[in-house]
């Protein structure tokens, strides 16, 4: 309701004023971390040391490396966090409106990758396979903001994610277990998904119930439901049936050819197949939601329900089918959980990922392909974390594992601009 | 075709809660029936005992909001409470047990507790009593329907719990308490038994385990939250040990801060193996489980804790990866839990710490089962002579953890 109200000054503020102070603030501050790593680097570092980069052969034992890349780290560092201050600078004092989520893209992998570097310095590191690592911590978020984009552009507060993943992971880890195929547990978990946000759709779209308790309801329920269930009946199955379990994770799907490339290939062709499924789906969604009619229609119920009504579109009954099917989207990433990155289901093994992924999702301001940058912010953050805990580094543990968060906080909060939700989002339709 | 799924919808969704329903229903009823009602039964059946009233006293609201919860959870406890057997008899002795996060079957140091529980009820005879506790909130709220209730002695799991026990058995003075995982320090409450473990030493087995297995010099754990003494115990024990073996072997770490976050326990263990690592030590519930059933998968040489996870993880041998568990880093609070049962009905009860040692047979490691080819008898016996040194001192650990 607020973002209604207060409309009218969003988009007087989105006008020139705001941006030029924009430029200044991310050039500046562009600087500011550009200085602090060299100067943590340089303090920390012994200049003499060197940090190797491994490059795998694609199916060879890690130590037969196809190529092995040392960097002195010092230098390094100076050299691409000295062009990063500059380019900074450069914004800052010319106002370059357009070079902004560039720049800030640019910002945080080159930042990322000198803490790599600085956290493997004097040994080696398989880059490869922390990318690789990327984009499939990104599937679970990345499919989570998809489901969330579909209802919010239909105007739909969907805070039920978390809970409809985990509902997703559940029944879909039950139906694989029992019926031995890991993918009609993933069918499953789809449908489940959809029954799951259904509840959301009937709750808050037919009895106009908030859309907030209702998204709270269903993640309670979720976390209860899926836990009795463990307990009741996945543990006992498994302990008396266990050798007859058939099912298993999903399959690594290495793409013939491609999967040999070097580099490319584990980044983007060796992976299961909820992760090529999602590749597919943020570029198919970004088609759908503005080429297609279903698309101008989704938006246009979310943006101005009532006009959307007075050319003839059915508001309510589009917003249930819309929150219905991003229901099977995040079914699918429940599924990732339980039946693709493991083969097993514990008690709220989603972890709050259902609520990054709605983080992503204004991250990339409502659309499919933002809310992929998004999602690649905090998983890399996230994969990066992983890497360089298993290396003896200077930071402490609990800011590497804070580090996911808080980019995602400064991010949100700082660098990207104000985000614009749609309009009518949150606000149940009633006709006439 | 709206209305359809809508019903359709409200039917599958309410199944579930029906269920749950269903077989709180049946709790209330055996548990009438039963010798001993439980606290819950008895305030869900709506009975004035003096049971109900002492706990309105205290927390009028709690014993009823969870009573529906644990009647569905006593039932199976209650069916087998009468069967008292010889040794010294304690059928008139009320035993509970709160577990952390978690269930009483879910291949934890929960289900290893519940182990010693139902031991003490079939050996002792103890009437036995449990919750599964739901989320880390529901701690005061569960120890209090069994503190509140007439037990002579109430049982928390985990280190988490500790400041709960601590706050209970202030309030009851009355009334015995024991705790997994936590120590009080110098002055512990005069009725509280801390059952602690040197989860270093069980990490100084593997440690040794993985040193002799590993051919890449490289080896890899995945703990669970950091901050968790326990966790840090086995993972520096861990290290340790490898390093005894060979002082120049390369042993990474990764803590996770969860216990239930198997697939970043699965995606830790794939970036160690990266860079080299081959044997990998999951020290951290499930989120570990997760790492070791990844590094299996991966080829990778796994070690299991807490309890064999050759039975648990790796479903008694047919997973896949199942031939890759070389051991497991043992901690027997089944026998700490009964041993404290144990106590109490032979009217001994002391608030002195319990510490599991190689010595007294708190810690220990598994048999290699399946991968019986790679722990040759050389390796074994070197381990067992390590597990010799530990147990007469002989060897240190050298981990320091508070």
């Known amino acids: 309701m607020q973002n209604t109200i207060s409309q009218p000054q969003l988009q007087a503020g989105a006008n020139v004023p705001r941006g030029v102070s924009r430029a200044r603030i991310v050039g500046i501050i562009g600087v500011v971390v550009a200085a602090l790593l060299i100067s943590a680097v340089v303090l920390r570092v012994d200049a003499t040391k060197f940090s190797t980069l491994n490059i795998p052969q694609p199916g060879a034992p890690p130590n037969q490396p196809l190529a092995r890349i040392p960097l002195p780290t010092v230098a390094t560092v100076i050299v691409l966090q000295g062009l990063l201050g500059l380019v900074g600078l450069y914004i800052a004092l010319r106002q370059r409106m357009q070079w902004i989520t560039l720049y800030v893209s640019t910002m945080i992998g080159l930042a990322f990758f000198t803490i790599l570097l600085w956290a493997v310095a004097g040994s080696s590191v398989d880059l490869v396979d922390v990318l690789a690592r990327v984009v499939r911590l990104a599937t679970p978020i990345t499919l989570g903001a998809l489901a969330g984009l579909i209802c919010e552009r239909s105007g739909v507060v969907n805070i039920a994610i978390e809970g409809t993943m985990l509902f997703g992971a559940c029944i879909g880890f039950i139906v694989a277990m029992v019926s031995g195929s890991t993918t009609l547990g993933v069918l499953a978990a789809m449908l489940t998904g959809s029954l799951v946000s259904a509840l959301h759709a009937v709750l808050s779209v037919n009895f106009k119930v908030d859309q907030i308790i209702s998204g709270t309801v269903i993640n309670l329920l979720a976390v209860g439901v899926t836990g009795y269930l463990r307990g009741s009946f996945i543990i006992g199955y498994e302990q008396r049936n266990g050798a007859d379990i058939t099912a298993q994770a999903l399959p690594v799907l290495r793409i013939p050819g491609l999967s040999q490339i070097p580099v490319l290939g584990p980044i983007f062709f060796s992976h299961q197949p909820i992760t090529y499924i999602m590749l597919i789906l943020v570029f198919a969604i970004n088609l759908l939601l503005f080429r297609t009619v279903w698309g101008l229609r989704t938006r246009a119920i979310g943006e101005h329900p009532k006009a959307a009504d007075t050319v003839g579109i059915q508001v309510n009954r589009m917003r249930f089918w819309n929150v219905v099917a991003s229901g099977l989207i995040s079914g699918l990433a429940g599924a990732w959980f339980s039946l693709e990155s493991t083969f097993r289901f514990d008690d709220v093994m989603t972890n709050g990922r259902g609520f990054i992924a709605l983080a992503a999702m204004i991250f990339g301001k409502w659309t499919p392909l933002g809310a992929f940058g998004g999602a690649l912010l905090f998983s890399s953050a996230d994969a990066l974390q992983i890497k360089i805990q298993g290396f003896n580094f200077g930071l402490p543990r609990q800011f590497l594992q804070m580090l996911p968060y808080l980019v995602t906080l400064v991010v949100l909060a700082g660098i990207i601009g104000r985000a614009r939700p749609p309009a009518a989002v949150g606000q149940p339709y009633e006709k006439g | ?402």
């Open chain 2, 1 to 402: 075709m709206r209305k359809t799924l809508i019903n359709l919808l409200l039917t599958v969704l309410l199944l579930p809660i029906l269920a749950a329903c269903g077989a709180a229903g049946d709790g209330t009823s055996t548990g009438g029936t039963a010798s001993g009602a439980a606290a819950g039964s008895a305030a869900a059946s709506g009975a004035p005992t003096p049971i109900e009233t002492e706990a309105a006293s205290v927390a009028a609201g709690v014993a009823a909001t969870t009573a529906a919860t644990t009647a569905a959870e006593t039932t199976t406890a209650e069916t087998t409470e009468t069967s008292a057997a010889g040794g010294a008899d304690g059928s008139n002795i009320r035993v509970a047990l709160v577990t952390d996060v978690g269930k009483v079957n879910d291949g934890t140091f929960n289900q290893f507790a519940f182990q010693g529980l139902q031991r003490a009820e079939q050996e002792l005879g103890a009437q036995i009593d449990y919750i599964e506790t739901q989320q880390q909130g529901d701690y005061e709220k569960n120890l209090e329907q069994f503190a509140s209730g007439d037990y002579d002695l109430v049982i928390g799991v985990g280190f988490l719990m500790g400041d709960a026990i601590k706050a209970a058995a202030s309030r009851h003075p009355d009334v015995n308490f024991a705790i997994v995982d936590f120590a009080y320090g110098d002055n512990p409450p005069a009725n509280v038994k801390g059952l602690v473990f040197q989860e270093d030493q069980a990490g100084y087995l593997a440690g040794t385990m993985a040193a002799l297995v590993s051919q890449s010099n490289t080896i890899g754990v995945v703990g669970g939250i950091e901050e968790v003494p326990a966790v840090k115990k086995f993972v520096q024990g861990y290290e340790a040990g490898a390093k005894a073996q060979k002082p120049d072997i390369s042993v990474r770490q990764v803590y996770i801060p969860s216990f239930t976050d198997p697939a970043a326990g699965g995606e830790a263990a794939r970036s160690m193996i990266a860079e080299g690592a081959d044997v990998i030590f999951g020290a951290g519930g499930q989120t570990g489980s997760g790492a070791i059933q990844e590094a299996a998968k991966q080829g990778a040489f796994v070690i299991g804790v807490d309890q064999d996870e050759y039975t648990t993880t790796f479903r008694g041998g047919s997973t896949e990866g199942a031939d890759k568990i070389v051991t497991s880093a043992i901690k027997r609070v089944d026998n700490a839990v009964f041993d404290t049962i144990q106590s109490v009905v032979e009217g001994n009860f002391s608030n002195e710490l319990y510490v599991g040692t190689v010595e007294n047979g708190g810690i220990d490691y598994a048999e290699a089962h399946d991968a019986s080819a790679v722990v040759t008898a050389d390796i074994k016996a070197k381990v067992d002579e390590v597990k010799e040194g530990l147990t007469n001192g002989s060897i240190q650990t050298g981990v320091q953890v508070q």
